[in-house]
């Protein structure tokens, strides 16, 4: 038996990895399990971003469906949250999204969810996989074919946003907000949820086209240089940019600068925990500034593995109020159960409508820590590598938290290494208070690193 199933979903490159027959298979094997699970006509619900890959995808996963006797509910190209959204409005059996997020053009992938919206659970993945490779389809017969509607989810989508922030205080100030949606998904979504929010609107590569002309649909720093000039040409209180399928957002002060991920998401927890308090999520990667947010709000804070899926389990689970990582994902439970970049922004847009201040003071008011983030190339066994480190660690009489990698703490700080799980790579993470001793952890975690990694 082999495996598909990353962290979240199956990706690769288009016509090699991911092709026709793949999606078909692999429909049909989603329906199998939905079938065999009792549901007489299950119900599924399927969306897609804007690469040119998708509708091709989308076409092929759907037959597949089909042919198992499942109903299909096709909602176009859509932000992946709204595809989760619809999931769980609908009161659909599943849903899967043909996406592969953030990576290159010529990648795309497919997300499996639960009723719910959530990511497939890897149990169930499990039970996909033997389908799978095994070609046990359930086969519908000619009367039993599934039924295939189209909807639009996006307004429906955008009045539940609007329904969770309050309208009234962003109109009076009337926020202006630079776009830039990265030619993805989000160009449906984003600048019409915030013109209806009333902010004053700008948008840049808010045509939809899976080329991703204008720049790489990741939303980092580098690839966002023109953009950050845009915002403080144009005199804007804020920027906020998307990656392809619109599940984070990436924010922009007024002066042009970047603001880390981490950091808009102590923003919005923050402004979460006081209203309701509870349990804040998140992962061993992002800063302790949430740790320091939970504690002015007597929240608890639990850190998990990396990824958004093993987060959005964790909050359903355990009843989290609010959730997300270091890369722009926050997850407002109680909504969607997947990280939200519409969401996100409608939340910090009402944040800094209330506020009275500039959104730099809002950044710069937060605890300061500061961080460094490198990466190696490295084959062979990653995860070895990352335990030898641990290993050395501990010998040297550090403290080693081992959740997800080799998290070295110290009073002030930390340095995590820890191999990727989609690429041939060992990310090292370093944060402390002062700038000094973040370039000290990080290079101790790299020196750890070669010293595992032998001559």
């Known amino acids: 038996m082999g495996r598909l199933f990353g962290t979240f979903g199956v990706r690769g490159i288009v016509n090699e990895k991911i092709t026709p027959?793949?999606?078909?298979k692999l429909g049909m094997a989603f329906g199998t399990m939905l079938r065999r699970e009792g549901r007489e006509k299950p119900l599924v619900v399927v969306g897609r971003d804007t690469?040119?890959?998708?509708e091709m995808l989308k076409d092929a996963f759907v037959s597949g469906l089909l042919s198992t006797g499942c109903d299909v509910v096709d909602v176009g190209?859509?932000?992946?949250p709204a595809i989760q959204f619809a999931t769980d409005r609908f009161n659909a059996d599943g849903g899967a999204v043909i996406t592969a997020s953030h990576n290159p053009p010529e990648y795309n992938g497919i997300k499996l969810l639960e009723p719910n919206g959530m990511g497939l659970k890897k149990e169930r993945e499990a039970v996909v996989e033997e389908v799978f490779f095994r070609e046990d389809f359930e086969r519908a017969g000619w009367d039993g074919i599934g039924d295939l509607r189209k909807e639009n989810v996006i307004p429906a989508y955008i009045e539940a946003i609007k329904s969770r922030v309050d309208v009234e205080a962003i109109k009076r100030r009337r926020p202006f907000v630079v776009v830039d949606t990265s030619n993805g998904a989000g160009s449906l979504t984003l600048p019409y949820l915030l013109r209806e929010l009333g902010c004053k609107v700008v948008s840049v590569n808010a045509h939809p086209d899976g080329h991703f002309p204008a720049r790489k649909p990741e939303p980092n720093e580098e690839n966002l240089r023109e953009f950050m000039e845009i915002v403080k040409a144009l005199g804007a209180d804020f920027g906020v940019a998307q990656d392809g399928d619109a599940d984070r957002a990436v924010f922009i002060d007024e002066n042009g600068r970047f603001v880390q991920g981490d950091r808009t998401f102590a923003l919005v927890a923050d402004a979460v925990l006081r209203e309701r308090g509870g349990l804040l999520v998140t992962t061993v990667a992002t800063s302790s500034l949430l740790d320091d947010v939970a504690k002015r709000n007597n929240a608890r804070i639990m850190r998990t593995k990396v990824g958004d899926l093993i987060v959005a389990r964790a909050l359903l689970e355990n009843n989290g109020t609010i959730g997300g990582e270091e890369n722009g994902g926050v997850i407002f439970p109680d909504f969607v159960l997947g990280?939200?970049?519409?969401?996100?922004?409608?939340?910090?847009?009402?944040?800094?409508a209330k506020s009275g201040k500039k959104f730099s003071e809002l950044i710069d008011g937060l605890p300061r820590y500061y961080q460094f983030k490198t990466k190696r190339e490295v084959e062979g066994d990653r995860k070895g590598i990352v335990e030898r480190v641990a290993e050395l660690a501990r010998e040297r009489g550090y403290t080693v938290d081992t959740t997800d990698g080799s998290k070295i703490l110290f009073p002030d700080g930390w340095v995590l290494v820890r191999a990727s799980g989609t690429e041939p790579i060992i990310r090292v993470f370093s944060e402390a208070k002062e700038e000094g001793k973040a370039r000290e952890y990080l290079e101790l975690g790299l020196k750890l690193l070669e010293e595992a990694m032998g001559p």
């Open 51 to 54: 690469r040119v890959s998708g």
């Open 339 to 352: 990280r939200d970049g519409a969401m996100t922004t409608a939340k910090v847009v009402e944040i800094f």
């Open 21 to 24: 027959e793949f999606a078909l």
């Open 77 to 80: 190209t859509a932000p992946t």
